[in-house]
């Protein structure tokens, strides 16, 4: 962790009107973000992702976002105007979606696409702009990165969809990279190149990682602090090799029903759902 944090959010509320009245999706969040690995987990419906698209102002009408601090290298990005953000977003900080399906666009070539993501916050020709894309598809380890530029998404598997997806998000260089469940789409092995490939670009620039997953285990690996969310709250934060050490009954909830080859269960330990956990203090994974 630095001295001055990259992201810094302080009881964070995401609110949406409906007929019934309001519903809390996130309640009270506060954490900051290093240049580091930070593990958000949880089940689905926890307030994850939810969070990652607060901190982007992705949330439209009618989702309300409230905090009492929501700072991006000092720079207060909650009441900054929406051309602020445009400039930000994919500058500054950029994000991972879960699937590229329904991320890349249809009608545009892979190369179209990453040359306009670098374009949207660089003044570059479109000579640089298609080198760069190109050295960076070959950074994400992309073999025959000319024929993929070319390439529409339907073109490409969910394995290479997700790497070029990566490629987009960090051609502009920022600072922060959100990922919202990059590997869930993809086998095994894909998820081990694609999260080497993460690995490598976030220690090689110095970037703070906010890794969203349901998967305990693999931000266990992969993280150096885990931030533990439940029905919209944080109820746990530890570094990852403290996991073992967890306290809250909904982590040890989540340990005890993970399956363990060496030591085979009949049955796994099924949460139950306790109303309590849902009122209960939010905790801070400030540092």
């Not at 720079?75 to 500058?91: F, K, T, V, W």
């Not at 944080?234 to 080859?261: F, M, Q, W």
Request: hydrophobic content about 40%.
């Amino acid at each position: 962790m630095t001295d001055a944090p990259l992201l810094d959010v302080e009881n964070l509320w995401v609110r949406f009107r409906t007929r019934s009245g309001v519903f809390d999706a996130v309640r009270g969040v506060s954490f900051t973000l290093g240049k580091e690995r930070l593990g958000i987990v949880g089940e689905s419906g926890s307030g994850k992702s939810m969070t990652g698209r607060a901190i982007l102002r992705l949330i439209r009408p009618p989702g309300m976002i409230e905090a009492d601090k929501l700072e991006m290298h000092g720079e207060d990005i909650l009441s900054a105007p929406e051309s602020r953000m445009r400039q930000l977003r994919g500058g500054r900080v950029s994000m991972i979606m879960q699937d590229p399906k329904f991320s890349l666009n249809p009608v545009m070539t892979v190369g179209q696409q990453l040359v306009e993501a670098l374009r949207a916050h660089e003044k570059v020709s479109r000579g640089e702009a298609r080198r760069r894309a190109l050295a960076m598809l070959d950074e994400v380890a992309i073999r025959d990165p000319e024929r993929v530029y070319e390439l529409y998404p339907h073109e490409v598997s969910g394995g290479m969809g997700q790497r070029i997806m990566i490629a987009m998000m960090l051609l502009p260089s920022p600072e922060i990279l959100i990922a919202d469940e990059p590997t869930s789409a993809l086998d095994v092995s894909v998820q081990l190149q694609v999260l080497d490939i993460i690995d490598k670009l976030v220690r090689d620039r110095g970037m703070g990682l906010m890794f969203i997953s349901h998967d305990l285990n693999l931000v266990a690996k992969f993280c150096d602090r885990i931030v533990i969310m439940y029905a919209g709250r944080i109820v746990e934060t530890c570094k990852a090799d403290e996991l073992r050490n967890a306290r809250h009954p909904y982590t040890l909830g989540l340990l005890n029903s993970v399956p363990d080859l060496e030591h085979p269960r009949e049955r796994l330990e099924v949460l139950k759902r306790d109303p309590e956990w849902r009122e209960a203090p939010s905790v801070s994974a400030r540092q």
